[in-house]
């Protein structure tokens, strides 16, 4: 990305990230369980993108130890926080990337690549992902956690009823993953959840979403009136409304079957 990143900005301040994005660590947890499918090899080059504070690093690294683990994230407070979490594992084989994951500039092959919670803010998906796949050694894996249509429809609704644009991003399909397989010569395993989440108030929902970094709205958003958007907030005689929250998450796997070279 050029210049000042909204996302690389949102994630450097998202300082309570550890103690507020438990749903972000449920999902490294479910995407962890296909290390185990990963064939066993002496000598494991792998790839991290988006690592924020290590959910999913720790996972990794306590699955496949001789992993030699490249970790990366577009923000700088993340890689330092990811670093100082992993002191207690064997740092030989650690490195650690200030990375914009859409625009990696490596030419390593890696038997793994993982990312959990990263491809929805990608501006470019389909390109972006297909370079990511490029890496992969033949035979090479790339597991991923990330978020489908059905995210926030909640939220989504609410706004359509206040008559405010809501500022969420499009998530593709399951269409759009088996087609990016299908033209990248891969196979992929594809599987969804619908995971709610309540919290006390519409507010206390955007707040969440601040503290962990995530609260940068889709491209070219004009935010409400601050007069509507308060109507949504404050609910009449001021008593806070529960608000749950859906995250649509699809966890999938490519697996490489090229030889070499691009399809």
């Not at 000042?4 to 995407?31: C, G, V, W």
């Not at 990963?38 to 790839?47: F, N, S, W």
């Not at 496949?64 to 890689?79: K, N, Q």
Request: aromatic share 8%.
């Amino acid at each position: 990305m050029n210049g000042p990143s909204p996302i690389r900005t949102a994630f450097n301040r998202a300082h309570a990230y550890d103690q507020q994005a438990m749903i972000q660590a449920q999902i490294a947890e479910k995407l962890a369980l296909g290390l185990a499918q990963v064939p066993p090899k002496e000598k494991l080059y792998g790839l991290e993108l988006g690592c924020g504070t290590g959910f999913l690093s720790r996972l990794w690294l306590e699955r496949l130890p001789h992993t030699h683990l490249l970790l990366s994230d577009i923000a700088p407070a993340m890689v330092l926080r990811t670093q100082a979490n992993l002191q207690s594992y064997p740092q030989n084989t650690l490195k650690f990337a200030v990375m914009d994951a859409e625009a990696p500039c490596l030419n390593t092959a890696f038997d793994l690549i993982a990312a959990s919670m990263v491809f929805q803010w990608f501006h470019h998906p389909a390109a972006s992902v297909a370079n990511l796949l490029n890496l992969l050694a033949p035979s090479g894996r790339l597991l991923f956690a990330t978020l489908g249509p059905d995210t926030f429809q909640e939220w989504r609704s609410l706004c359509e009823n206040h008559q405010i644009p809501c500022g969420l991003h499009h998530y593709p399909g399951a269409d759009f993953w088996f087609d990016l397989a299908t033209k990248q010569k891969m196979s992929l395993e594809l599987s969804e959840e619908h995971i709610p989440e309540t919290y006390p108030s519409t507010l206390d929902f955007l707040k969440r979403l601040k503290a962990i970094g995530a609260e940068t709205p889709a491209p070219n958003h004009q935010p409400a009136p601050a007069g509507k958007l308060r109507r949504l907030l404050v609910p009449p005689g001021g008593i806070p409304t529960p608000l749950t929250v859906t995250h649509h998450v699809f966890f999938g796997t490519f697996i490489n079957h090229r030889k070499t070279g691009k399809p």
